[in-house]
């Protein structure tokens, strides 16, 4: 198969929309060809007039550690261009910024996550270029957790960056996908075309969503490898917790909690008494760590270890958002006076719980809060909101 770099690069009529016209590149450390030579490179190797590059979290190279620790622009030593942050001074490219370029070329791997800021960066960058009359073309790249859907919407009102428009936590589309649907939803006057990949196909073996021949590559520090990918609608709700996730240690977001006074193999028992249904398609292994920094940094944690990998993942039965909703709840229901909710401004919203931003409202909140709710109110709330969704995508699927 080909990602969407790779059919611009090997395809000249594909780049003949280009000549003469000024491009710049969104990018990070996982926008690679298929030979792993990084996007910029590559296109300026074939002549194409790159004339700035943007980097979204983390950075252009990929070096910010954590979230909230943000890049300032610089100027590329090599090529002498602009290479602009758009999680530094702004989060929303600026008019100068855009006045850069005439096509802009998106080309960040995601993760299928609604928290996952690349979704966000999409749509401001889409929105400002409607503005500037600019062009935005998305060079395709798979969604790892494949097509599947799982969440609550979020609400109206709770929009952030980490919360771009009324999405799931799973969303099932590609970043091309997701542009179509942005294009609509928001009703943008804006010329926008999708780069698609050839050849992928998310609802079969063995990959589901991740070609079993191409590198994994970081997209960002801690997404280290196609488990995490796929745990990560699950496990990123961990940071709005006082349980670690894991940071500090060599599999970050791949651990349903640590912690170093939670007892895993009793929490991982009242998990299975409550909903057994909600532990399928993956396997769950007590462990201990010790993390080097973050949370609980230096202290020995109690953790279950999240295996959506091998023999032990089943793409359609593994469902990591109830996943680890179910984890709070049994924590709630061993531990009823335990902190579990970490107050602290998480992408700098500060009126509202981490939690509520990364779930994009309270619902799941007061669910693990109620001691009379059960798995299956839960359920009945993200049942509607993912077929209303599922619906909603129809029409911007490509990969179908």
């Not at 966000?120 to 790249?141: C, N, P, Q």
């Not at 609400?155 to 099932?172: L, W, Y």
């Not at 700098?348 to 799941?364: C, M, Q």
Request: glycine residues 8%; charged residues 25%.
């Amino acid at each position: 198969m080909r990602f969407g770099i790779d059919r611009l690069l090997n395809e000249p009529e594909l780049r003949a929309e280009l000549e003469g016209r000024r491009v710049a590149l969104v990018a990070h450390p996982a926008s690679v060809t298929s030979r792993l030579q990084h996007s910029l490179d590559a296109l300026i190797d074939i002549g194409v007039n790159v004339t700035g590059a943007f980097g979204p979290q983390h950075g252009l190279k990929g070096d910010k550690q954590d979230n909230m620790v943000e890049t300032a622009d610089e100027t590329d030593p090599r090529y002498g261009i602009p290479i602009f942050s758009l999680y530094g001074e702004v989060r929303r490219p600026s008019g100068q910024m855009m006045s850069c370029a005439d096509v802009f070329l998106f080309d960040l791997q995601d993760l299928g996550c609604r928290i996952y800021t690349f979704v966000t960066t999409l749509l401001y960058l889409m929105e400002e270029a409607a503005k500037a009359g600019k062009s935005v073309w998305v060079l395709d790249r798979p969604n790892p957790a494949g097509g599947p859907v799982e969440g609550t919407l979020l609400e109206p009102g709770q929009e952030s960056f980490v919360g771009a428009a009324p999405m799931p936590m799973r969303h099932g589309l590609t970043l091309g996908e997701m542009g179509r649907w942005f294009k609509a939803h928001f009703n943008l006057d804006l010329d926008y075309r999708v780069i698609e990949m050839t050849g992928w196909q998310p609802g079969h073996a063995p990959g589901y969503g991740w070609p079993t021949d191409r590198v994994w590559i970081n997209p960002s520090p801690n997404a280290a490898n196609l488990n995490m990918a796929r745990a990560y609608a699950g496990t990123v709700m961990l940071e709005g917790t006082t349980l670690s996730e894991g940071r500090g240690t060599t599999r970050p977001l791949e651990v349903l909690f640590g912690a170093p006074d939670i007892d895993a193999a009793a929490v991982r028992a009242e998990m299975e008494r409550l909903a057994p249904k909600w532990l399928r398609g993956c396997a769950l292994r007590e462990c201990w760590f010790e993390p080097t920094f973050h949370k609980h940094a230096g202290t020995l944690c109690n953790a279950l270890m999240i295996h959506a990998e091998g023999r032990f993942y089943s793409h359609h039965d593994f469902r990591p958002w109830r996943l680890q909703a179910l984890a709070f709840k049994a924590i709630r229901r061993l531990y009823p006076d335990y902190p579990l909710w970490r107050d602290f401004p998480y992408e700098y919203e500060f009126d509202r719980l981490a939690i509520d931003v990364i779930n994009g409202g309270p619902s799941l909140r007061n669910w693990v809060e109620d001691s009379e709710a059960e798995p299956g109110d839960l359920d009945d709330l993200a049942e509607a909101d993912e077929a209303a969704w599922r619906e909603t995508i129809a029409p911007h699927l490509i990969y179908s």
